[in-house]
């Protein structure tokens, strides 16, 4: 994996420390990049990944984090605001003069009506609308939030199922390579969706993650309302046509991750 602009500037991650950044940190450092990345809490420097303080919400620390930045990698995310967080980076990013903007989004921000996809597309709406050279790309929920779900769902004494609703989940570390490789390219827009090899409803989840657990459960189906619900079934969280779709099953990641 070759940086194909041969800077030797620094990239700057956000959300450097979550499930997806300590997956593109270390891929950055192998293909040579030196990396920056924004913290709300300071953390050690080593090998070549030096942390920033900076509060994307409270749009703190950004100016001084974007110094001498090229391209960034926004990773950060959470269950509000991103798109406040996405207008402050755009803001600092412009500021500094930075030349490709690289964003993670989800399949179905413009099309499913729940308030954190709306978040999502207002991002990408900021990043979009800049002026800066950018990329983005949507991805389908990852294999690690199934597996929090399943868990989550298995404590019951019985489990909900919502009709209908079926997840396209993907390796984190697919998504990882994949934003690796459009961060060291050219700013290229929206990019196909990257999704996993295999449509799972939400029921087909859980009763993996029981019997992988060898545990029993009553399951209970049940209907999602509103136009949520309806989106869901009409699988526009879906990416079926057009996307990029990752090698490694919900299986795989499910045997691996239960044997650790």
């Keep these: 994996m070759t940086d194909t602009t041969g800077s030797t500037r620094p990239l700057l991650v956000t959300g450097g420390t979550g499930t997806l ?3 593109v940190v270390p891929l950055l450092r192998e293909a040579g990049v030196p990396v920056r990345v924004l913290s709300r809490n300071p953390r050690p420097d080593a090998d070549g990944v030096t942390h920033v303080r900076g509060d994307l919400l ?82 389908a929920q990852f294999h690690e939030l ?31 390579a994949r934003l690796v490789e459009l961060a060291l390219g050219k700013p290229a827009g929206l990019v196909p969706d990257l999704a996993g090899p295999d449509v799972r409803t939400l029921g087909d989840l859980s009763r993996d993650y029981l019997r992988a657990r060898g545990k029993r459960r009553l399951m209970m189906p049940v209907r999602m309302p509103g136009k949520a619900g309806r989106a869901y079934r009409a699988g526009e969280n879906l ?11 919900w299986e795989a990641f499910l045997a691996e991750r239960l044997a650790s």
């Design 58 to 139: 409270r749009d703190e620390g950004l100016d001084g984090a974007l110094e001498g930045v090229e391209t960034v990698l926004h990773l950060a995310g959470g269950p509000k605001d991103d798109d406040v967080a996405a207008r402050n980076l755009v803001r600092a990013a412009k500021a500094a003069g930075v030349r490709h903007l690289v964003l993670i989004s989800v399949i179905g921000a413009d099309t499913v009506p729940l308030g954190w996809f709306r978040t999502k597309l207002e991002a990408e709406r900021a990043v979009s609308g800049s002026g800066l050279p950018w990329t983005t790309l949507r991805a």
């Design 239 to 249: 990416s079926l046509d057009g996307a990029v779709l990752g090698e490694r099953t």
């Design 146 to 176: 199934a597996l929090t779900v399943a868990e989550k769902l298995a404590k019951l004494p019985v489990v909900p199922v919502p009709g209908g609703v079926r997840w396209q989940p993907v390796d984190s570390r697919e998504v990882a």
């Design 21 to 23: 950044g300590s997956l």
